[in-house]
């Protein structure tokens, strides 16, 4: 087949996670093994670079410079959150004709593939080829057809290993703790939090998924419960954790709640779930050490915290996608698919099939409302990777004496 002479762009959409450098630092280093790929540039800031030409030339950046850019976490291009419409996607076509664009990546989730998908129909409309190619990257985890998404390993090993420091914190002194987790569809991040659990007290003792629709009765009686029982209660729930009617519980539980540009609820950046969630706990239980931390932004870029299995991933989606649309002139979106135990094959699947829809976690992973299921924990736990080790004081008790 005839090879398709032209430039690259690359571009960063959405939250950025430990390891998009990588699949960011993978399709540079790997285009440059093919001489029909004869610039490389990069958008600064995702598509509102790309359209206002803010561009760099990363055909020129060092090897050394781009490895030491690849872990590193945060979006080294810098992102955005801007979803387009067809006017945009237009005007974002517009700029890779003028430069003799041949070759679109744009890393993202699956508002990025949607961004993807109207590209190439802008493309296919004036017969101009482009090969567009959609890079999946989410710590949500929630993008479909993939077994799983780039950036989720790291940042639920930020959430395991948070929830173990939690766990040996609120051991020393104990009370009731709340950590709320990202996550506003999806629960994959939050039931991350079992694998901070090593002995049969350890928390989160409850752990409360959007996938199941929360009730204030059943938290406080299951907190009574917990209590009671342990002398303490650690708790895992998800930003967007919903009522029965499918609305977010802080909705109900806040007079006035922030709205994002788009006119979500502002779940991220805010206290006041934990807020609520803590207030409920004081007012009808009557247990005075109550604390929340909301995890916000720390579990998206956190240094230190990268599981390699993620690390070499993601890079690899960043490879593949430039192998595939080098060597076979076809758009996409890559896909991994899980193999043996543990071993992934990397896959192109249609533009449409990622774009605008999530996924959920699927019933199997969940254990009634407050908990995860095995199943989660041998799906997750591969992509986590190595987990440090706590440990308890071992030693024979002591007779009393004068409080016998």
Same mark, same amino acid.
């Given at each position: 087949?005839?090879?398709? @002479?032209?430039?690259?762009?690359?571009?960063m959409?959405?939250? =950025?996670?430990?390891?998009?450098?990588?699949?960011?630092v993978?399709?540079?280093l790997?285009?440059r093994?093919?001489?029909?790929?004869?610039?490389?540039y990069?958008a600064f800031q995702?598509v509102?670079?790309?359209?206002t030409?803010q561009?760099?030339n990363?055909?020129e950046a060092?090897?050394?410079?781009?490895?030491?850019?690849?872990?590193?976490p945060?979006?080294g291009?810098r992102s955005?959150r801007?979803?387009?419409?067809e006017?945009y996607?237009?005007?974002?076509?517009?700029?890779?004709?003028?430069h003799?664009?041949?070759y679109?990546?744009?890393?993202?989730?699956?508002?990025s593939?949607e961004?993807?998908?109207?590209v190439?129909k802008?493309?296919?409309?004036e017969s101009?080829e482009?090969?567009v190619?959609?890079?999946?990257? @989410?710590i949500?985890?929630d993008?479909?057809? @993939?077994?799983?998404?780039p950036?989720?390993?790291?940042a639920?090993k930020?959430?395991?290993q948070?929830?173990?420091g939690v766990n040996?914190d609120?051991?020393s002194l104990?009370?009731?703790y709340?950590?709320?987790v990202m996550?506003?569809h999806?629960?994959?991040?939050?039931?991350?939090?079992?694998f901070?659990?090593?002995?049969?007290d350890d928390?989160?003792?409850?752990?409360?998924?959007p996938e199941?629709?929360f009730?204030?009765?059943e938290?406080?009686?299951s907190?009574d419960?917990?209590y009671?029982?342990?002398?303490?209660a650690?708790?895992?729930?998800?930003?967007?954790?919903?009522?029965?009617?499918?609305a977010?519980?802080?909705a109900?539980?806040v007079?006035?709640?922030?709205?994002?540009s788009?006119?979500?609820?502002?779940?991220?950046g805010?206290?006041?779930?934990?807020d609520?969630?803590?207030g409920l706990?004081?007012?009808?239980?009557?247990?005075k050490r109550?604390?929340?931390? @909301?995890?916000?932004?720390?579990q998206r870029?956190f240094?230190?915290?990268?599981?390699?299995?993620?690390?070499n991933?993601?890079?690899?989606?960043g490879?593949?996608a430039?192998?595939?649309?080098?060597?076979?002139?076809?758009?996409?979106?890559?896909?991994?698919?899980?193999?043996?135990d543990?071993?992934v094959?990397?896959?192109l699947t249609?533009?449409?099939e990622?774009a605008?829809?999530?996924?959920?976690?699927p019933?199997s992973?969940?254990?009634g409302?407050?908990?995860v299921t095995?199943d989660?924990?041998n799906?997750a736990? =591969?992509?986590?990777g190595g987990?440090p080790?706590?440990e308890?004081?071992?030693a024979?008790?002591?007779?009393k004496?004068?409080?016998?």
């Amino acid at each position: 087949m005839e090879k398709l @002479t032209g430039k690259a762009i690359i571009a960063m959409g959405g939250g =950025p996670t430990a390891v998009i450098n990588q699949s960011l630092v993978g399709a540079v280093l790997q285009a440059r093994q093919y001489p029909h790929i004869t610039q490389f540039y990069g958008a600064f800031q995702g598509v509102e670079g790309l359209v206002t030409e803010q561009l760099c030339n990363l055909s020129e950046a060092t090897r050394h410079n781009l490895e030491m850019v690849a872990a590193t976490p945060g979006a080294g291009m810098r992102s955005t959150r801007v979803k387009p419409d067809e006017e945009y996607c237009k005007r974002i076509f517009d700029v890779c004709k003028a430069h003799g664009v041949r070759y679109f990546f744009y890393i993202g989730g699956n508002d990025s593939a949607e961004t993807c998908r109207i590209v190439n129909k802008f493309a296919l409309a004036e017969s101009y080829e482009l090969r567009v190619m959609h890079i999946p990257k @989410t710590i949500d985890n929630d993008l479909r057809v @993939t077994d799983h998404c780039p950036g989720y390993g790291s940042a639920a090993k930020f959430v395991a290993q948070a929830f173990m420091g939690v766990n040996l914190d609120n051991r020393s002194l104990p009370g009731v703790y709340v950590g709320v987790v990202m996550g506003r569809h999806a629960g994959f991040l939050t039931a991350a939090s079992v694998f901070a659990r090593k002995y049969d007290d350890d928390g989160p003792h409850l752990i409360y998924v959007p996938e199941r629709h929360f009730s204030s009765e059943e938290f406080l009686a299951s907190v009574d419960a917990t209590y009671t029982k342990y002398g303490r209660a650690v708790i895992a729930v998800s930003e967007g954790i919903q009522d029965e009617r499918g609305a977010p519980v802080v909705a109900g539980l806040v007079k006035e709640v922030e709205r994002d540009s788009h006119g979500n609820i502002q779940l991220s950046g805010s206290t006041s779930l934990g807020d609520a969630l803590t207030g409920l706990v004081r007012e009808k239980l009557k247990i005075k050490r109550v604390r929340s931390d @909301t995890f916000g932004y720390l579990q998206r870029s956190f240094l230190g915290c990268v599981s390699e299995v993620d690390a070499n991933e993601a890079r690899e989606v960043g490879e593949r996608a430039v192998q595939i649309a080098a060597w076979h002139r076809v758009d996409g979106s890559i896909t991994i698919e899980r193999v043996g135990d543990y071993g992934v094959r990397y896959n192109l699947t249609a533009l449409d099939e990622v774009a605008k829809e999530t996924k959920s976690m699927p019933d199997s992973f969940i254990d009634g409302v407050n908990n995860v299921t095995v199943d989660f924990k041998n799906y997750a736990r =591969p992509l986590l990777g190595g987990l440090p080790v706590y440990e308890r004081i071992h030693a024979p008790i002591v007779p009393k004496i004068l409080h016998k």
